[in-house]
DNA sequence: TGCCATACTTACGAGACCGTAGGTTACGGT
DNA sequence: ACCGTAACCTACGGTCTCGTAAGTATGGCA
């Protein structure tokens, strides 16, 4: 049974006083360094076995501390699920929402769809839970009701411009779902292929959401320019 | 304990033997009646509480029957969750495989987006197994490999038209890929909102794929005329 | 040096669930 | 009216997990 602490890179040893970040690394966590650790095991657990498929002796081993610990901090396994999903919707939801503050819509898909690649990547763990389902039945399912509140966003964008032309706003929802839908299955997909770059990824999206099958660009381009 | 027996609605009374469809009804089923009979209460129990969250002695429960039956008749748990899922995947295949055969891109489009949806409304509860997640881990989950089936599919036909249009052939599975997700996840959202007539939003989904944000019709039309 | 709060452990109760062994009842043909 | 077979049941073993009770070690601080 390998133990192993994902986070603080500190596994193997005795507990070897030797200069860490802060203090000294010992066996003996600080509650917020367990706490954080904790969270971290849990996240790629929850990630890669699901809610249910995942137990809380599980957690606490790969963690080299036993389960009350676990209980102690979170009060149980859907406190420390709640914890993790919670901290993955606010990060997913920032992100995108600061990327739909400004500009052109042509722009705001442009850039919603880059912040969504780019959680992807950066979280990828947060992002297969968030997919995934929760605990029980979820009336209010994760990524359903993250969805929707991303969607509803772009609601709001997309009911602006279609008064402005003249189109049924009462509509909007329905091609907010669509776009966000379009962007969220391609990084689902993106997620585990890798294959064409981020920045390529969204310049072809942005291309079909804006100018369609019937008019695709052959080399389309990104207003912004990023880096990574 | 509200014992229910979902397919056959037949529940109450004694043996009463009635005329039936075929032979008389009675407590006492023939092997493949109660077959289907689990089928498909163990569909609606997956559909609504996850792989995980249903036990075999529920769906028993629910059939009127002791576990052991169900233990007959498909070995055990996954026996019975892999018919289930198999029956869907071919229903949904053969629905879109089936609208992905003959025509120009834009009805290929239109006619698939109909026939998820369709799928969709007849089909729900196996929707929402296809969604959801299959027993351990999925490393071939069946929703991602079942939209990876359908992808394909989308791939080849998009493949064809970029080489005929001078476009890059490779990107079609990403192109391919955005398609499938923007009309399964508006699928998704349809499902509980049921807002829009669905050749409404059929249209309007093959309003943005093919024209884009920024040439979208005001009033898209179906080229196909469907009745429901 | 000795106290004490905090971090952590071992051990166990309770319940759920899967899967099976072995026995029982009803149906349909003769 | 009888009998075999297909349908069905009770009862239980074994495993897994959540969650808790009660006790132990560690390290900073007076």
Known sequence: MAIDSSSASNSKGKP???AGTRRARRVRMTGAERRE???????TLFAERGYEGTSVEEIAAK???????VYEHFGGKEGLYAVVVDREMRQLL??????????HPRELLEQAAFALLDYIETFTDGFRILVRDSPVAQSTGSFASLISDI??????????????????????PLYAQALVGMVAL????????????????????????????????AKPRLIGHRKN
């Open 151 to 172: 969607a509803t966003q772009v609601e709001d964008i997309l009911g602006l411009e279609f008064k402005a032309r003249g189109f049924d706003p009462k509509l909007a």
């Open 63 to 69: 963690a080299g501390v036993s389960k009350p610990v």
């Open 94 to 103: 920032d992100m995108v929402t600061g990327a739909l503050t400004a500009g």
């Open 37 to 43: 650790q904790l969270l971290d095991i849990g996240r």
């Open 16 to 18: 070897s006083p030797a």
């Open 186 to 217: 391609t990084g689902q997909w993106w997620v585990d292929t890798r294959k064409p770059k981020k920045a390529e990824v969204a310049a072809h999206l942005v291309n079909l959401a804006w100018h369609g099958l019937g008019n695709l660009e």
